[in-house]
């Protein structure tokens, strides 16, 4: 909880996702690098201005993604991303590589001088639209300590979104996020079953009422049912509800997110 509360200034922060355009080499990618720049930042700059908390950067459009590993033109471009997302703002910045690329994204944070990394595959193992993903913790944390980063949080999926958990069906959210913690995450982050989808109230009140450790929720939050997840979360990341339409392709809109911000700080 250390970390948690040395990077977030504020309680209950809300993360506002960056969702890179397609990166160069990826099936997607269209725009060349000073225009995938300029589309970061200029989304980073709307979030502040609409009072956001803080600021993770992924790169959500490079599908289909490569599984544990990306080339150095996808993890050098997203390390510049954040470096001027960082100066830009001033705010808590975080990233996240699909898929699994947690080491890339490690360096990339290190590199750029932000403040946590969002990581699949921690511990146990699911499997993904990629394939199997097994677990990460020893060598990422290693390689954390390698690099001289431990001042980089890592917050870590548990039984994530668009996965399938058959293979440890018989051990409970709980029962992850305490192996996380084992483990020495700095936080879980709890989903849907898909972008967007709401997560488990239930399952979040359970994991509020047994650990003693960051809990972030990851999908699903809306004005309509944020006031379910504040008293039993620690922070929340949003990407999909801030567009234009709730769709996590669309642009930032700008009155979504003053809206949703103003809402919260009236329900805190």
């Not at 750029?112 to 990422?140: K, Y």
């Not at 390689?143 to 999926?157: E, G, L, Q």
């Not at 234009?244 to 329900?267: A, C, P, Q």
Request: proline share 2%.
């Amino acid at each position: 909880m250390q970390k948690f509360q040395s990077i977030f200034k504020k309680e209950k922060p809300i993360i506002g996702m960056v969702h890179v355009q397609a990166l160069p080499g990826t099936p997607k990618n269209r725009l060349d690098t000073s225009k995938i720049i300029d589309e970061a930042l200029k989304e980073a700059r709307l979030y502040k201005k609409a009072g956001i908390d803080s600021i993770m950067i992924e790169n959500m459009h490079d599908v289909p993604y490569l599984k544990g590993k990306v080339g150095h033109e996808i993890s050098s471009l997203m390390a510049l991303i954040a470096y001027l997302i960082k100066q830009e703002t001033n705010l808590p910045v975080g990233i996240q590589i699909l898929a699994g690329a947690n080491k890339e994204a490690l360096a990339a944070a290190k590199a750029s001088n932000i403040d946590f990394i969002r990581a699949e595959g921690f511990v146990f193992a699911h499997t993904a639209d990629e394939g199997i993903i097994e677990a990460q913790a020893g060598e990422l944390l290693r390689y954390r300590k390698m690099i001289d980063a431990n001042s980089i949080a890592i917050f870590t999926d548990i039984k994530k979104k668009h996965s399938s958990h058959a293979i440890t069906q018989d051990i409970s959210l709980l029962d992850t996020a305490k192996a996380a913690q084992f483990f020495l995450s700095d936080g879980v982050i709890v989903t849907g079953n898909h972008t967007g989808t709401a997560a488990s109230v239930e399952e979040l009140k359970t994991l509020n009422d047994n650990l003693d450790f960051p809990v972030i929720v990851g999908s699903g939050i809306t004005q309509d049912n944020v006031a379910n997840y504040l008293q039993i979360c620690d922070a929340m990341i949003i990407g999909s509800y801030f567009k234009e339409d709730g769709y996590w392709e669309n642009k930032l809109s700008y009155e979504r997110i003053t809206n949703f911000m103003d809402f919260v700080s009236k329900i805190k």
